[in-house]
């Protein structure tokens, strides 16, 4: 399929300021080097404010496609480097918005599979010191894929991501995020993926009716 541009971690810090009150999270992300330890609900290194919203083993591992940052450096007029979306994978080669629920990567000595997309909250705004970037996520339909682990390992810049198996629903991230965020006649179709984590299918399930 590609590869991994770079890897990236941070921890949890002030980003800005929420209705009056401090803002803290760990979207703010820098590449690292050498092999990173991939485990439990984690890469070494990497952290989440709010456990209830983020992380978890339905949103272990976030990857986003470096060539999503570059059309996004056009479109803001400004530099959009490697982990500025929070992901902790920066990926060549490879459509995360475009993989489909349930299909598995190896990637270095980890398997990773695709589970659900990015749903933006207001940090996303913080981040890029712009409320409307939610809005304008949401439409760009580019959200980039969270992946559960399914095998614990190591990965690194430079390893390749390496399809193993994709399932034949064809649900795929971007159409599960545009049905969530831009147009509930998606939902129903979204119900064909079996691999969607419980909550979210239960969530989509209940929208739908």
Same mark, same amino acid.
């Given at each position: 399929?590609?590869?991994?541009? =770079? ?13 009056? /009150?401090?803002?803290? =999270? ?23 404010? #709010? ?45 995360? =918005? ?37 809005? /304008? ?27 193993? #198996? ?25 119900? #064909? ?17």
């Amino acid at each position: 399929m590609g590869e991994l541009v =770079s890897v990236n971690v941070g921890r949890p810090t002030a980003i800005g300021t929420w209705r009056g /009150r401090p803002a803290v =999270s760990a979207i703010v992300k820098a590449p690292v080097t050498g092999p990173v330890r991939v485990a439990g609900v984690n890469l070494a290194g990497d952290d989440q404010a #709010d456990r209830r919203v983020h992380g978890g083993p339905d949103k272990a591992v976030y990857a986003y496609a470096r060539e999503d940052e570059d059309w996004w450096a056009d479109e803001l007029g400004a530099a959009v480097p490697s982990g500025a979306f929070g992901e902790n994978l920066t990926t060549s080669g490879v459509d995360c =918005s475009n993989a489909v629920i349930g299909e598995r990567w190896r990637v270095g000595s980890t398997l990773l599979e695709v589970c659900q997309p990015r749903v933006p909250c207001f940090k996303l705004g913080l981040r890029f010191g712009d409320p409307g970037m939610l809005k /304008r996520f949401a439409q760009a339909s580019r959200p980039g894929a969270y992946l559960r682990i399914v095998e614990e390992g190591e990965l690194a810049a430079g390893d390749a991501v390496e399809l193993l #198996d994709r399932p034949g629903h064809g649900v795929t991230i971007r159409l599960v995020a545009d049905a969530m965020l831009l147009d509930e006649r998606l939902l129903a179709r979204a119900l #064909d993926a079996p691999q969607l984590p419980d909550d979210l299918r239960d969530w989509i399930a209940e929208r739908a009716e």
